[in-house]
């Protein structure tokens, strides 16, 4: 990394807040499984996508707000991770020490297409670059530094490669990024995703099967136990499973 240059940091699914009419509607903190699940059911009509979305935005009034701070558990969506105040922490201690120039965390819409955030991504960051380019002589050929937390780091990588954003970066940096998907994706839209305790469970698989970015981190590696060996999702006939 050079001083000058601007410190990108992507979380990774579900990993930042969410709102709506200036409310958080998805924000699980500290702590308890069922608290996290009962904060997405209760906003599951809200944060519910259409069928055949694709790479658009629904216009449902939803944003993104802030990195996801502390230990949050995602209810059986994905693993639990801890939050990124540490690493927004660390990070912004490198810039008070002149390591580098800034630092730029970038919240989105988890639930969307990573073909959609990246154009978003591009909105945001070339004008940011550009005004700091331009705040001082120093910083006139200042580049990018991409910091990306798993789904986060496929988001970066289409923009580096189908936006432009390869001639401005500088590093590209993932932890934990499935470049080639993840099996458990597959195990999720297809039985279904229903978390919590007996009666007090919520059933999440219609939220689940709704969302573009699930779908793309479907496994592109033969994971498919068929007649003896594995096969793609391209090969074999797999139920619940919208292939468009």
Not at 214 to 243: F, M, N, R, W
Request: proline share 6%.
């Amino acid at each position: 990394m050079v001083g000058t240059d601007l410190v990108v940091v992507l979380p990774g699914i579900m990993g930042s807040t969410l709102r709506k009419d200036h409310k958080l509607v998805w924000a699980p903190s500290a702590g308890a499984v069922l608290e996290a699940v009962f904060t997405l059911g209760r906003h599951l009509t809200t944060l519910g996508l259409s069928a055949g979305l694709g790479d658009a935005h629904p216009q449902d009034g939803v944003e993104p707000g802030d990195l996801m701070p502390d230990l949050h558990v995602i209810p059986g969506i994905w693993t639990p991770i801890k939050g990124y105040d540490h690493l927004l922490r660390r990070l912004r201690a490198l810039q008070r020490s002149g390591a580098i120039g800034a630092v730029l965390p970038v919240a989105y819409d988890w639930r969307l297409s990573n073909r959609y955030n990246a154009t978003r991504l591009a909105s945001i960051i070339h004008p940011r670059l550009e005004r700091w380019r331009a705040s001082s002589p120093q910083r006139a050929h200042a580049q990018l530094v991409f910091v990306c937390h798993s789904m986060g780091g496929l988001i970066a990588r289409w923009y580096l490669e189908k936006h432009g954003g390869a001639e401005l970066t500088r590093t590209l940096i993932t932890l934990g990024t499935p470049y080639r998907g993840a099996a458990k994706t597959v195990e999720q839209l297809v039985n279904g995703v229903r978390k919590g305790l007996g009666p007090l469970s919520v059933d999440l698989t219609t939220f689940a099967r709704g969302l573009p970015s699930l779908h793309q981190l479907l496994p592109s590696y033969a994971c498919i136990d068929h007649g003896g060996s594995l096969h793609h999702l391209s090969e074999v006939a797999v139920p619940e499973l919208d292939t468009a």
